[in-house]
């Protein structure tokens, strides 16, 4: 198995925002990999620098040192492989939700008419036919989350990134998008990189689940192979003994971690 995506050694830093202050190194020293096909979720403390690692592996972000890989070649400025679904809807409210799903398509050049059949294709895939002519504030919360999820994959990407999709959504919503996902991810097995301080979450979505320890110098403790059958439903899964022995063996990784971070944050 080919890999898709990979940090080697990246380390990000940010500059000082005055003089009595030392520069932030918020990722130090990270390598972790992404197979071709296989779906990885980051688990790590509110704070910790997923985020950053995820836009690294976007291009919109330089690695201070180290490099990162897209099958196989040094990234060298936007990913072009990848789509990238961010925690905030990025839905232009002056847009249908058709408008909004082939976007992507249209600025890429494709042609209207394709566009519009891609389109068509994608609004039936998420469930949307009936919302096309809808502008965002019209839709719900995981309506709104649909279409991302759509605008993101229409372009085809060999890699999905995905940051914190779902944390806005309360819990039954979430369960909804979280299988609508492994259900569109199950036909065309994308490289996944999916960040999310849920733990249970990344356990019900993942084949493997890396775990970043406590900021500043953010770096991989540890990384779980997630060995429930597939296909899933993340709330039956969940209920399995495999799942609660999986849930306690990262947790007590995780928790000392969790707890540094809150640390941080009440000093």
């Given at each position: 198995m080919s890999v898709a995506l990979r940090f080697e050694q990246v380390s990000v830093s940010f500059?000082?925002?005055?003089?009595?202050?030392?520069?932030w190194r918020a990722v130090a020293n990270t390598t972790l990999s992404v197979d071709e096909g296989e779906f990885v979720s980051v688990v790590g403390p509110t704070g910790c620098g997923k985020s950053t690692l995820l836009n690294v592996a976007a291009g919109l972000l330089a690695p201070s040192s180290g490099e990162v890989r897209v099958f196989g070649e040094p990234l060298m400025s936007l990913n072009r492989h990848a789509g990238?679904?961010?925690q905030a809807d990025a839905l232009l409210p002056w847009k249908t939700t058709a408008e909004n799903i082939g976007l992507g398509l249209m600025l890429a050049g494709v042609p209207a008419r394709?566009?519009?059949?891609?389109?068509?294709?994608?609004l039936a895939k998420v469930g949307l036919t009936h919302a096309a002519e809808?502008?965002?504030?019209?839709?719900s919360g995981g309506m709104k989350k649909r279409v991302g999820m759509a605008q993101a994959l229409i372009v085809n990407p060999k890699i999905l990134l995905m940051d914190e999709p779902f944390s806005a959504l309360?819990?039954?919503?979430?369960?909804?998008m979280e299988n609508e996902l492994l259900a569109l991810w199950q036909n065309d097995r994308k490289s996944v990189l999916f960040i999310t301080h849920d733990l249970e979450e990344a356990i019900s979505l993942s084949d493997r689940v890396i775990v970043l320890s406590a900021g500043p110098?953010?770096?991989p403790i540890g990384e779980f192979l997630i060995d429930l059958q597939r296909p899933r439903d993340v709330a039956e899964i969940r209920l399995t003994p495999r799942f609660v022995e999986l849930h306690e063996h990262?947790?007590?990784v995780l928790r000392g971690e969790v707890l540094k971070g809150y640390a941080?944050?009440?000093s």
């Open positions: 500059p000082p925002r005055n003089r009595s202050e030392a520069s990238y679904m961010f394709e566009t519009a059949e891609q389109t068509r294709h994608w809808r502008y965002p504030h019209q839709l309360d819990v039954q919503t979430r369960q909804l110098d953010t770096h990262i947790w007590r941080q944050t009440v």
